[in-house]
């Protein structure tokens, strides 16, 4: 069945550092999410990737969908303390196989 | 303004016992999800539902019950059968899983005493 790896699954960087959290499928994907949840708090929807080789901005975070469509990246220039806490990817499929992955957990040192 | 609201925030339930999570939504979407998550770990699908009055079995079903008898509320119940039930829920929804993100609640804590 389809698989979701994530890694890594800690990252902890001094603040000012960039972080760059991957997501890979072992089968083609129709879209990917990406999610944040903070500490003690609930994932909050960032951004949706559809097409091969996407690239989108938003302020410091920078996403990418893999040429194949099996592997996306998050990269967080120059961390800040609220970059604190976990970020999901979810892939797409029928209903019933939407899955998430595990969770990159980031902690940035002030 | 919109939103998800789950209750209660924190439940604690005696061995044995069946409880009742609520979920209530006004951003009028036809899906919605129910998602357990552990220490640590990722989320995993326990139900989903795609129109009132229909729900399919996520990957953990197993000693939870849903039911979706209004398109706002999509409670869950977590039965005795269910072994090892603390953790955290969370309720999510959305307009149209092809194209849009999910909605999360601010979730429920259930701890068995």
């Known amino acids: 069945g389809q698989q979701v790896m994530q890694i890594p699954q800690y990252q902890h960087v001094q603040e000012g550092e960039d972080f760059t959290t991957y997501c890979n499928s072992s089968t083609t994907l129709s879209n990917i999410q990406w999610y944040k949840q903070r500490p003690g708090g609930h994932p909050v929807f960032l951004i949706q990737?559809?097409?091969?080789?996407e690239v989108k901005k938003q302020k410091r975070l920078t996403f990418q969908f893999g040429e194949a469509k099996k592997n996306s990246s998050l990269h967080i220039t120059a961390t800040q303390t609220t970059d604190v806490g976990t970020y999901f990817c979810?892939?797409?499929?029928?209903?019933?196989?939407?899955?998430f992955g595990k969770g990159t957990k980031l902690s940035v040192k002030p | 303004d919109g939103g998800i609201t789950q209750s209660p925030k924190y439940l604690f339930r005696k061995e044995g016992q069946n409880v009742t999570l609520s979920c209530e939504q006004n951003l009028n979407h036809d899906a919605m999800y129910w998602y357990r998550q552990d220490p640590g770990q990722g989320l995993r699908l326990i139900y989903y539902?795609?129109?009132?009055?229909?729900?399919q079995k996520g990957d953990i079903a197993e000693g939870y019950s849903v039911s979706r008898e209004k398109k706002e509320s999509f409670p869950l119940t977590v039965t005795s059968a269910q072994k090892n039930p603390t953790a955290f829920y969370l309720c999510a929804s959305t307009r149209d899983i092809s194209n849009y993100g999910y909605t999360f609640g601010s979730g429920t804590r259930l701890t068995v005493v």
């Open positions: 990737l559809v097409k091969s080789g």
């Open positions: 539902s795609q129109i009132v009055n229909d729900f």
């Open positions: 979810k892939v797409g499929g029928s209903q019933g196989n939407l899955i």
